[in-house]
């Protein structure tokens, strides 16, 4: 049975715009949003009866502010207006993202802010429906509205049909990119803080680590929401494991790398709890200018199109991410390193050549580990211009750079965190520890599935099959999270 998302213009999510985007799901819009659009509509078309003078609608936009539109030549400005902003070249949206650009958009006419005509929505849902390919330039964006993406989709879209009064200005205002691409990003990078502290319990079987810093006493010693849920779902994914029995830790205090999780995976949910939040309202907010007011019936002139909340949002989740990311890196590195682990060089059993073992790797993961950090720095510090449309243009709040920066960094986390896997199924395998907790087991076992154990004289299995794997079996890996 095909699932169908439903766009009511009120509660659109992250996981809903990834069915679409990337599991095919289709779209309708709710006989409310459809009644919605319609009143929206009827608003503008009245405004331009009266000949009032609005930004867009019935004048011109920019440096020409205040230049009135002649009636008979309000389509013509509104695809000149489009063509003029169409500027778009370099890199292209991948499909999965065009058609996160395309729900949000849908769901933004939904919410009646807009005052595009129904028909501009049906388009748009006849064309995700039918799988309509786009192409979509990345580039383009200040952060005050995604002018030329959205008008590469617009002219596209909308070949056929004429548009009417304050159409394309609503489109044009639209920050649907930076927003869909925010949404798919934040919903991955939700899932690779989850992996991580998976994976973090499962090194700490590896490394041998003291549980002590997920015990209930350790944990409401700092209750904050993030610890609590992070490090109890530590505790229970090691259940049963060597380490809670007598003589299991190797040591009363570890690196802090390990001795930190909950404390550093915590804070980066506490900070992905603010920055989700500010999503879901931004997803059901009007980024347009003006915007249609239906009760008062009137046009009211706002800079919705800053999109300062998303950028600061989506900056603050990335840069919770980097501490995740660099005590991974190191856990990784102390399993590998004899003098920390007590165990082999390299984790590999001599064999007279003398080879590194998982030195190597190692090496590779703390690479893609600076990249990720490097991601982590915030775009809201932008240097502005006044120098364009006579001065009226002086911000940039940078909101698409920030989304794909995140889309860009829970890519790296998923090999990051699937190295850190392979590293500690090493590690266990070497230390001959057993039992391991209740999902740890079924995390070796996953892993094993993938890549073998290295013994002497084998080369390091190559990091590319364990992610691979990963990749193919999200399913399992949120089923192991969810046992937490």
């Given at each position: 049975?095909q699932?169908?998302?439903?766009?009511?213009?009120?509660?659109?999510?992250?996981?809903?715009?990834a069915?679409?985007a990337?599991?095919?799901?289709?779209?309708s819009?709710?006989?409310?949003?459809?009644?919605?659009?319609g009143?929206?509509?009827?608003?503008v078309?009245?405004v331009?009866?009266?000949g009032e003078?609005?930004?867009?609608?019935?004048?011109?936009?920019?440096?020409?502010?205040?230049t009135?539109?002649?009636p008979?030549?309000?389509?013509?400005?509104?695809r000149?207006?489009?063509l003029t902003h169409?500027?778009?070249?370099?890199?292209?949206?991948?499909?999965?993202?065009?058609?996160?650009?395309m729900?949000?958009?849908?769901?933004s006419?939904?919410?009646g802010?807009l005052g595009?005509?129904?028909?501009?929505?049906?388009?748009?849902?006849?064309?995700?429906?039918m799988d309509?390919?786009?192409d979509?330039?990345?580039w383009?964006?200040?952060?005050?509205?995604?002018?030329?993406?959205?008008?590469?989709?617009?002219l596209?879209l909308?070949k056929?049909?004429d548009?009417?009064?304050?159409?394309?200005?609503?489109?044009?205002?639209s920050?649907?990119?930076?927003?869909?691409t925010?949404?798919?990003?934040?919903?991955?990078?939700?899932?690779?803080?989850?992996?991580?502290?998976?994976?973090?319990?499962f090194?700490?079987e590896?490394?041998?680590?003291n549980?002590?810093?997920?015990?209930e006493?350790?944990?409401?010693?700092?209750?904050?929401?993030?610890?609590l849920?992070h490090?109890?779902a530590?505790?229970?994914?090691?259940d049963?494991s060597y380490l809670?029995?007598?003589?299991?830790?190797r040591?009363?205090?570890?690196?802090?790398s390990?001795r930190?999780?909950?404390?550093?995976?915590g804070?980066?949910a506490d900070?992905?709890?603010?920055?989700?939040?500010?999503?879901?309202?931004?997803?059901?907010?009007?980024?347009?200018?003006?915007?249609?007011?239906?009760?008062?019936?009137?046009l009211?002139?706002v800079?919705?199109?800053?999109?300062?909340?998303?950028?600061?949002?989506l900056d603050?989740?990335?840069l919770?991410m980097?501490p995740?990311v660099t005590?991974?890196?190191e856990?990784?590195a102390?399993?590998?390193?004899?003098?920390?682990?007590?165990?082999?060089?390299?984790?590999?059993e001599?064999?007279?050549?003398?080879?590194p073992g998982f030195?190597?790797?190692a090496q590779f993961?703390?690479?893609?580990t600076?990249?990720?950090?490097?991601?982590g720095?915030p775009?809201?510090?932008?240097?502005?211009?006044s120098?364009?449309?006579?001065?009226?243009?002086?911000?940039?709040?940078?909101?698409g750079?920030?989304?794909?920066?995140?889309?860009?960094?829970?890519?790296?986390?998923?090999?990051?965190?699937g190295?850190?896997?392979?590293?500690?199924?090493?590690?266990v395998e070497?230390?001959q520890?057993?039992p391991l907790?209740?999902?740890?087991?079924?995390?070796?076992?996953?892993?094993?599935r993938a890549?073998p154990?290295a013994?002497?004289?084998q080369?390091v299995p190559?990091?590319?099959?364990?992610?691979?794997h990963?990749?193919?079996?999200?399913?399992?890996?949120?089923?192991?999270?969810?046992?937490a």
């Open positions: 049975m699932t169908i998302v439903e766009i009511t213009g009120r509660n659109l999510s992250p996981e809903a715009i069915q679409v990337r599991s095919g799901a289709h779209v819009l709710t006989p409310e949003a459809i009644e919605r659009i009143h929206s509509r009827a608003v078309d009245e331009v009866r009266k003078k609005i930004y867009g609608v019935t004048s011109s936009v920019g440096a020409k502010t205040g009135m539109l002649a008979d030549r309000i389509p013509e400005f509104n000149r207006l489009l169409n500027m778009g070249h370099g890199p292209l949206a991948s499909p999965e993202t065009v058609r996160a650009m729900v949000v958009l849908l769901n006419m939904a919410t802010y595009v005509r129904p028909i501009m929505a049906e388009i748009l849902v006849g064309a995700l429906n309509r390919r786009i979509v330039h990345l383009g964006s200040m952060g005050q509205s995604d002018m030329s993406p959205i008008a590469d989709l617009a596209e909308y056929d049909h548009f009417a009064a304050g159409e394309a200005l609503a489109l044009l205002n920050s649907a990119l930076s927003i869909g925010a949404a798919l990003a934040f919903h991955d990078l939700t899932r690779m803080l989850d992996l991580a502290t998976l994976a973090g319990a090194s700490m590896g490394f041998a680590a549980p002590s810093i997920v015990s006493a350790a944990l409401n010693s700092r209750p904050f929401d993030g610890v849920r490090g109890r530590i505790r229970a994914y090691l049963g809670m029995q007598p003589g299991g830790p040591h009363l205090q570890d690196p802090l390990f930190s999780l909950p404390l550093i995976h804070s980066a900070s992905f709890a603010f920055a989700g939040k500010q999503l879901a309202i931004e997803l059901g907010a009007s980024q347009n200018n003006p915007i249609v007011a239906i009760e008062q019936r009137q009211v002139s800079a919705n199109f800053d999109m300062v909340a998303l950028a600061m949002a603050v989740a990335r919770a980097v995740v005590s991974s890196t856990r990784l102390k399993q590998a390193d004899s003098f920390w682990s007590g165990l082999n060089v390299g984790l590999i001599e064999d007279g050549v003398g080879l030195n190597g790797l993961h703390k690479s893609i600076s990249e990720a950090r490097l991601l720095a775009v809201v510090s932008e240097l502005a211009s120098s364009h449309s006579n001065g009226n243009l002086d911000r940039a709040s940078m909101a750079l920030a989304a794909r920066r995140m889309a860009d960094m829970a890519t790296l986390c998923r090999s990051i965190f190295m850190e896997l392979m590293v500690a199924a090493q590690a070497m230390r520890a057993k907790g209740a999902v740890t087991s079924q995390l070796f076992a996953f892993v094993r890549i154990y013994g002497a004289g080369r190559h990091a590319g099959q364990l992610i691979a990963l990749v193919a079996n999200d399913a399992e890996i949120d089923r192991l999270i969810g046992m």
